[in-house]
């Protein structure tokens, strides 16, 4: 069975820096794209970025492009999220999930997405 479980989040003051990890097992890692989508208190659930099955072509939300960096390494079936210049706004549980293709979108698509971790809380304050 698939399992993702996520890791790396904390209390972080704004313009600091988290790296997020997610280790995954029961598939074969290196043939789906993965995605990073969090969900801040009392909001919705909202995509921040996927990237292929070879890490190679990586997708961004518009709240997060230029800050974060979404990265794999498929020999230790691991996904990471580096999260730069941290702002109050992006204090929300972040979920690492797969995709049900080796393909990223570059868009919101959660009906694409077949499994999920339970997430690790980040809280970005002073």
């Known amino acids: 069975q698939v399992q993702l479980v996520e890791s790396g989040g904390g209390l972080v003051q704004p313009g600091g820096s988290l790296r997020l990890s997610c280790a995954a097992s029961?598939?074969?890692?290196?043939?789906?794209?993965m995605s990073w989508v969090r969900q801040a208190p009392g909001k919705g659930l909202e995509w921040v970025s996927d990237?292929?099955?070879?890490?190679?072509?990586?997708y961004y939300a518009d709240a997060v492009k230029g800050r974060f960096t979404i990265s794999r390494d498929n020999a230790k079936n691991t996904l990471y999220l580096q999260m730069n210049s941290l702002k109050p706004e992006d204090t929300a549980v972040y979920y690492c999930?797969?995709?049900?293709?080796?393909?990223?979108?570059?868009?919101?698509?959660?009906?694409?997405?077949?499994?999920w971790g339970k997430g690790t809380l980040v809280t970005v304050s002073s």
């Open positions: 999930a797969k995709k049900n293709a080796p393909y990223g979108t570059g868009w919101s698509n959660l009906d694409g997405m077949d499994s």
């Open positions: 990237i292929n099955s070879g890490g190679v072509s990586t």
């Open positions: 029961g598939f074969y890692f290196s043939n789906y794209a």
